[in-house]
């Protein structure tokens, strides 16, 4: 599943194909981690349960509709996305306007799969996009701030739109 593997200066880099947006993305990872571990965390990438793939999309769309209301009238002054989100869009709409970039898999710290991502969002240019997945759950998604799995996760985090995602 992990292609092109090989040591950089920052560590171990390859390339992975995410079925959910039907892309080849970039991958990364520390030296101190195994690669069967990491060849786990691609499979359980391209495994997550529709649960799973649905609260990315809740979650992405709570964090579209928090900036553009924290933007306000700024907001269609450089607004690039490719139609208008508001409460009613279907959730799953939000798709088109992620772009993911890296899959990156940290050391674990116990026999768990934890991964993160790092994607651009046609709504945040600055910041962009994480995903953050432990043991197929969704654990944050909010702003990159390289976030891995095995970070706690404070439930009353207004800037982690995982947080009260609604059904």
Do not use: Q
């Not at 090989?6 to 520390?30: C, P, Q, R």
């Not at 907001?75 to 992620?98: C, L, Q, R, Y």
């Amino acid at each position: 599943m992990i292609t092109n593997v090989h040591k950089t200066d920052y560590g171990i880099e390859g390339n992975v194909y995410w079925e959910l947006f039907d892309k080849e993305i970039s991958f990364a990872m520390d030296e101190d981690v195994d690669i069967a571990y990491a060849e786990k965390c691609a499979e359980a990438l391209n495994n997550l349960s529709g649960e799973t793939v649905n609260d990315i999309w809740r979650a992405a769309k709570k964090y579209c509709l928090f900036f553009i209301d924290l933007c306000g009238d700024e907001w269609d002054n450089w607004n690039e996305m490719s139609f208008k989100v508001t409460e009613k869009t279907p959730a799953e709409e939000i798709k088109s306007e992620i772009f993911p970039s890296v899959f990156i898999v940290n050391k674990p710290e116990d026999d768990r799969i934890g991964f993160h991502l790092e994607c651009n969002c046609s709504w945040e240019p600055e910041h962009g996009l994480e995903i953050t997945v432990l043991d197929g759950k969704l654990v944050y998604l909010g702003a990159f701030e390289s976030r891995d799995a095995w970070e706690e996760f404070d439930p009353d985090d207004e800037w982690n739109f995982v947080n009260d995602v609604e059904e």
